[in-house]
């Protein structure tokens, strides 16, 4: 399986945004799909997962409630709506791929590209 991820710009605070990554290969139906964003510096980390079979999801907190994250099967990809943007939000976003369940970077061996995510009025 190889990602591919696609959607970010630039925005002002308040404004939504799309995000969407795009999976080549099989994904089976335990897999997990996630979203992690990265600032210069500090530690990856975890925004939302779905798990591609049940859609069961679930969010960090600091996005919970703002974003959402989905999965589309037939076109295999997975998308995160962003809502309500903060300057706090801007980061690079990556997707990735998993066979567990997680939050921690550590568990998902395969990662798309970054795309880059400015929030700025």
């Known amino acids: 399986v190889q990602l591919q991820a696609s959607g970010g710009g630039s925005v002002l605070p308040g404004d939504s945004l799309r995000l969407s990554c795009a999976a080549s290969?099989?994904?089976?139906?335990?897999?997990?799909m996630a979203w992690f964003r990265q600032v210069p510096g500090k530690e990856r980390e975890f925004v939302a997962l779905?798990?591609?079979?049940?859609?069961?999801?679930y969010y960090a907190d600091s996005v919970k409630g703002r974003f959402t994250i989905s999965r589309e099967k037939a076109s295999k990809t997975v998308d995160l709506q962003m809502t309500t943007l903060k300057s706090e939000d801007a980061s690079v976003y990556y997707c990735a791929a998993s066979s567990e369940w997680g939050i921690r970077p550590t568990t998902y061996k395969l990662w798309g590209q970054g795309t880059l995510v400015t929030v700025s009025s």
């Open positions: 779905i798990r591609w079979g049940a859609g069961t999801t």
């Open positions: 290969g099989r994904i089976y139906s335990s897999g997990v």
